[in-house]
């Protein structure tokens, strides 16, 4: 039986392996991706992201146990776009996770190295996930920077977590999180100044440009399981909303465009460097560039005229 039909059969071991195979070379799963496909793109992918330390995988852990009891089907992947191995943090979460039982499948997912990997990686961890079954994908990732915007742009809804007392965070908010967020949480609310922190945040989020969706700000206590009910009540209602959104067509089609340029990109790549390596102007060109007699654009556009 191929991979892809054993993953749809819901056989474990055959989806931890597609996913293995997508962390470390992103193509060499497309076969497996092309069988599964027709079964991926339902559900709710929901991105969880925020500051070190605000408490998302312990969140995560809570959302799932929520939405576990809803009947959902549930996955995690946890991205990490800052580190190149997983790391101590994440294999600690792994745990906690497992805790859980057979039902929830849980996932790190890191760079290995290459750069742009994980923007490549995740929509296809993903979408395994959904031919798995999955119908309910949490999305955790660390960071304030282009990655992890990248990354959250594979979620349906995204929930940016903050702890009281914004500080350093206002860095991050204007890196553009605040227009990413459809759902605010304030964890730690057990802490001084959540109250505060929210009415900052509402004021934020008044100001900006007029949505048909207005984010709501919630707290939660995600240690003590406190307010976490009512975010998994803000994220279906979030999916319902999309749902009337005429705009989620037109989404959906810009999400086909990008992994169809991503697609093309990579393919490019390969025939023209496996081409010109063929018959050796590979190593030339390389050799031109190294020693300045060729600038890159340059021996990138006589490589794929003569190749392409
Ligand atoms: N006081 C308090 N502590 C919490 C709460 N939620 C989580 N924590 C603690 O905060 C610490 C960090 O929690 P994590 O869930 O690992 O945070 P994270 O955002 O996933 O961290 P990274 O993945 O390392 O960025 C842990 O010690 C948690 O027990 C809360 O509501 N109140
Ligand atoms: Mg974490």
């Known amino acids: 039986m191929s991979v892809g039909r054993a993953i749809l059969d819901g056989d474990r071991r055959a989806l931890a392996r597609a996913l293995t195979l997508v962390e470390s070379d992103p193509g060499a799963a497309d076969e497996i991706i092309a069988e599964v496909f027709p079964h991926t793109g339902h559900g709710i992918v929901v991105g969880i992201t925020g500051a070190p330390g605000v408490g998302k995988s312990t969140l995560v852990d809570r959302l799932a146990g929520q939405f576990l009891a809803r009947g959902r089907k549930v996955g995690i992947l946890a991205v990490d776009p800052s580190s190149p191995f997983t790391g101590g943090a994440l294999l600690g979460d792994r745990v906690r996770m497992e805790g859980r039982g057979s039902d929830v499948f849980m996932r790190s997912l890191a760079t290995r190295g290459h750069l742009g990997g ?49 500080g350093d965070d206002v860095q991050a908010f204007k890196a553009g999180i605040l227009e990413i967020g459809d759902i605010f949480v304030v964890n730690k609310a057990d802490r001084p100044g959540a109250d505060q922190t929210m009415r ?39 999916a319902e909303a999309r749902g009337d959104d005429p705009a989620l067509g037109e989404r959906r089609l810009q999400e086909a465009e990008r992994l ?49």
Not at 118 to 145: C, H, N, S, Y
Not at 214 to 225: I, K, N, S
Not at 273 to 296: C, I, M, N
Request: proline share 6%; net charge negative.
């Open 200 to 238: 900052e945040l509402r004021q934020m989020l008044h100001l900006g440009p007029k949505r048909p969706w207005l984010p709501p700000v919630l707290p939660t206590q995600a240690q003590q399981d406190v307010g976490v009910g009512e975010v998994a009540d803000a994220i279906l209602r979030h």
């Open 118 to 166: 994980l923007a490549r990686a995740t929509p296809r961890a993903i979408q395994l996930l959904q031919a798995f079954g999955k119908d309910l994908i949490l999305l955790e990732t660390v960071g304030a920077g282009q990655s992890e915007v990248d990354v959250m742009g594979f979620a349906d809804t995204t929930i940016v977590v903050v702890v009281p007392g914004l």
């Open 260 to 308: 169809v340029r991503d697609a093309l990109a990579d393919q490019l790549v390969q025939t023209v460097v496996a081409r010109s390596q063929a018959d050796g102007r590979w190593r030339d060109v390389l050799s031109a560039v190294a020693e300045r007699r060729l600038d890159p654009a340059g021996a990138a556009r006589a490589l794929y005229l003569e190749n392409a």
